[in-house]
């Protein structure tokens, strides 16, 4: 009886090493699946986001191409920011064709142009039932991330507000508002001084006068539309001295009061996705044009 217990207890223990080889023999194969698929699903992974980004850079490419087209198309006179010298101000002639603007997109209230940038956009305003509906489409409707250069409806088209909000993308390839960027070079600031918006009735010229890295609240409802003396007055001193900003350019000796109008240009920062980069304008010259 004995013996036979013995026998019984090697046939098992033997029994049982066969059974610990074939699952570590199974455990490898499993190990070896496992990473196979997780190899696998990582090159899908990785096709798909190769796949995203040439899609990205692709589409948008042909969507500036399609801005710089209409640029040409609108104002092929227009070489730079400056408008023609030795005319009067009653014979000024608009450099932008908004007659064959308004046939592409009623929507577009304005064009806007910065010396030494990618800044040469048209502006669109919103429609009363979606205030972001520029902020991934192009000035003829169509779905383009880059989105266009917008105000929201809040905002009246002839810029007449006492603080008109721009929107733009600040895209990694340099377009749309990230140019705006520039200004927190100091240098870049000092010779800069002014720019243009082209409307169909006048010439605006705006100097810039700060540009500072702002929070993630909506201006406009952080100071109730500028509706009261009091909110604006309010603005215009933080815009002044933004003595909150990480980043800032104030120019020295600028004036603004609240009879000034006012123009903000708005974008994305760089590594702080919540907060955006503003660059703060003020109206100096309003020319109306023939």
Same mark, same amino acid.
């Given at each position: ?7 019984? /207890? ?68 227009? /070489? ?36 030494? /940038? ?115 007055? *309010? ?53 109306? /044009? *023939?």
């Amino acid at each position: 009886m004995n013996n036979d217990f013995h026998n019984n /207890t090697n046939e098992y223990e033997e029994k049982t090493l066969e059974e610990l080889i074939k699952e570590k023999s199974d455990g490898k194969k499993n190990g070896k699946k496992t990473w196979l698929i997780v190899f696998i699903i990582f090159l899908v992974l990785l096709a798909g986001t190769l796949g995203y980004i040439i899609y990205y850079f692709a589409a948008n490419s042909v969507g500036e191409d399609g801005y710089r087209k209409l640029s040409n198309q609108v104002s092929p006179t227009l /070489t730079d920011d400056n408008k023609p010298k030795n005319v009067k101000k009653k014979n000024l002639k608009n450099p932008i064709d908004f007659t064959r603007l308004e046939k592409i997109n009623k929507d577009i209230v304005g064009w806007i142009r910065i010396k030494d /940038t990618n800044i040469d956009y048209p502006v669109l305003r919103a429609p009363e039932d979606d205030y972001s509906f520029y902020l991934h489409r192009d000035c003829y409707k169509n779905y383009l991330f880059a989105g266009s250069i917008y105000m929201e409806r809040c905002n009246e088209g002839d810029f007449s507000d006492r603080n008109t909000i721009l929107y733009g993308h600040n895209m990694m390839n340099g377009t749309m508002f990230a140019d705006l960027h520039k200004f927190e070079d100091s240098d870049f600031f000092a010779k800069h001084k002014y720019f243009y918006v082209y409307t169909k009735n006048y010439v605006k010229k705006y100097m810039v006068y700060s540009a500072y890295e702002y929070d993630d609240r909506h201006i406009d409802n952080a100071f109730n539309h500028f509706g009261n003396d009091k909110d604006f007055r *309010k603005y215009i001193k933080y815009s002044l001295n933004p003595t909150n900003a990480i980043l800032s350019n104030v120019r020295k000796g600028s004036k603004v009061t609240i009879n000034d109008k006012l123009i903000t240009l708005s974008t994305c920062t760089n590594n702080r996705p919540e907060n955006r980069y503003l660059v703060q304008g003020v109206l100096v010259d309003n020319e109306k /044009t *023939k």
